[in-house]
């Protein structure tokens, strides 16, 4: 199905929506009374100039959604944080087109770095799992310090300290580029046509069916008549 939205990378024209965007980060959290970092319209924009943010408008220009990407510990690890959806968009798979995209900005911006995520909502965990994100302890993602301190405008923050950082909250989610050279390669369906094609292929499939799956079935029928 096609969207009906328009999904890309942020452009210099989309700088007078970052303070929509903060706005509506914070309203959303207060609703779902949750905690959250919270971000400045001055980093957003940076984000947005950076072109390390993935924006949604309808085609009239509407504002729809927002994402962006942060990289830490060197280049080692990518954050997709600041997802947001207009509320008026919710439940169209807006937020799962807008995370597709980031996701994607993210492995060609930094295609090594382990893509991770920190979040207490259902929909991201939903939408990090289809992606290939899993579920990890704390002590898996960046140590890089400049990430931790965003969660000091978080209202659970004391949770983390107490902690030690080994725990909070939120769900961590990790996607490691390197599991996929560790995924077996899947294995090929045969279609009608490529059966058509290799006519020694579909001899050895009927000598098969004949000599094998039908030989039982065969006996069988014969054993019943009797
Ligand atoms: C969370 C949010 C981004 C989801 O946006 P959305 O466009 O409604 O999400 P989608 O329609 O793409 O839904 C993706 C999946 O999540 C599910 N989902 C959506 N909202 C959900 C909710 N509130 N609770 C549980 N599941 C939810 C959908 O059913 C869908 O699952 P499916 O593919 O199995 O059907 C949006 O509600 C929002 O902006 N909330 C406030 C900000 C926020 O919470 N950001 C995340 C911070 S970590």
Redesign the pocket.
């Known amino acids: 199905m096609k969207s009906k939205f328009i999904i890309g990378p942020a452009v210099a024209a989309d700088l007078p929506y970052a303070q929509v965007i903060v706005d509506?980060?914070a309203n959303?959290?207060k609703v779902?009374g949750?905690g959250?970092a919270k971000r400045s319209p001055e980093y957003i924009a940076r984000k947005i100039e950076e072109g390390k943010a993935i924006m949604a408008k309808t085609a009239s220009g509407e504002w729809a959604?927002f994402c962006y990407i942060e990289a830490w510990g060197h280049g080692q690890f990518v954050a997709n944080s600041g997802?947001?959806?207009a509320p008026k968009?919710?439940?169209?798979?807006?937020?799962?087109?807008i995370k597709e995209a980031t996701f994607e900005l993210s492995r060609i911006k930094f295609p090594d770095a382990k893509i991770f995520?920190?979040?207490?909502?259902?929909?991201?965990m939903?939408?990090n799992s289809?992606l290939g994100y899993k579920p990890v302890i704390y002590q898996e993602l960046t140590t890089d310090e400049a990430f931790w301190q965003g969660c000091q405008s978080c209202v659970n923050y004391e949770i983390l300290q107490a902690k030690n950082r080994q725990g909070c909250i939120c769900t961590a989610m990790l996607y490691n580029p390197a599991w996929e050279q560790n995924q077996k390669p899947k294995r090929k369906k045969w279609k009608k046509r490529e059966l058509g094609k290799d006519l020694s292929l579909f001899e050895r499939w009927v000598n098969f069916k004949k000599n094998t799956l039908l030989k039982g079935k065969t006996k069988k029928v014969q054993s019943n008549e009797k």
Do not use: D, Y
Not at 92 to 97: E, S
Not at 117 to 124: C, D, F, I, K, Y
């Open positions: 509506e980060i959303s959290a779902r949750t959250i959604g997802l947001i959806v968009f919710r439940e169209h798979g807006l937020a799962r087109q995520g920190l979040t207490t909502g259902a929909a991201v939903k939408i289809h």
